[in-house]
């Protein structure tokens, strides 16, 4: 499913108009980035957690030439599955 699939879904479900459900879902998608990069996590029950890791710099090396270079500090955005979305999706 992407996105444009997600607002149909969501407009048939709650009977809002596509445009309506559109602002729905872009709200809360931009509400959550903005969480992210504020550097806060988000808890959704039974669904997952969305939580930001912060990884240090390190050698690395180019591929093409072998060369060795340093890789800069990075934070990445990681969602870690909740019980009830692991136990539905093996069921």
Do not use: H
């Not at 709200?27 to 939580?51: C, H």
């Not at 072998?66 to 500090?73: L, N, R, S, T, W």
């Amino acid at each position: 499913m992407n996105k444009s699939g997600l607002i149909e879904m969501i407009s048939r479900e709650t009977k809002l108009p596509l445009r309506e459900a559109s602002a729905v879902t872009n709200t809360i998608l931009d509400l959550m980035i903005d969480t992210l990069a504020k550097g806060d996590s988000i808890e959704l029950r039974g669904f997952g957690s969305f939580i930001v890791k912060e990884y240090k710099s390190y050698q690395g090396r180019n591929p093409k030439t072998g060369q060795k270079i340093e890789v800069p500090p990075k934070k990445l955005p990681f969602f870690k599955v909740g019980k009830e979305l692991k136990e539905r999706v093996n069921s």
